[in-house]
């Protein structure tokens, strides 16, 4: 079993930046592949980022790409999402997730352990 803790969630004005945590705890090990997720009001959950605990290689979905960030602090078992440009549209709840997987999923079904999430709010 793998625990999840996100923070650092809230309300920022179109522009700023905001940095996610998750903290993961249990039975974590290096083949866990880590992955954010986001769901706004009213709609699906969707990808947004993702990455092995290993790293390098990282996967954004295209609405988010260069401005989020994922990486990992390993002595930490911490992973984060810088998100830089926020815009109205990003405000969801904002999901971390890991699976225990070489690959590195980018759907929500191929994740087993989920967080509680946390809210990010954009205003215009």
């Known amino acids: 079993q793998v625990q999840l803790v996100e923070s650092g969630g809230g309300l920022v004005q179109a522009g700023g930046s905001l940095r996610l945590s998750c903290v993961a705890s249990g039975r974590t090990s290096s083949t866990y592949a880590m992955g954010w997720f986001r769901q706004a009001p009213g709609k699906e959950r969707e990808f947004v980022a993702a990455?092995?605990?290993?790293?390098?290689?990282?996967y954004y979905a295209d609405s988010v790409k260069g401005r989020f960030t994922i990486s990992r602090d390993s002595a930490k078992n911490t992973v984060f999402l810088q998100m830089n440009g926020l815009k109205p549209e990003d405000t969801a709840v904002y999901y971390c997730?890991?699976?225990?997987?070489?690959?590195?999923?980018?759907?929500?079904?191929?994740?087993?352990?989920w967080g509680q999430g946390t809210q990010v709010t954009v205003s215009s």
């Open positions: 990455m092995r605990w290993t790293g390098p290689t990282t």
């Open positions: 997730a890991a699976e225990r997987s070489w690959f590195v999923p980018q759907t929500e079904s191929e994740y087993d352990y």
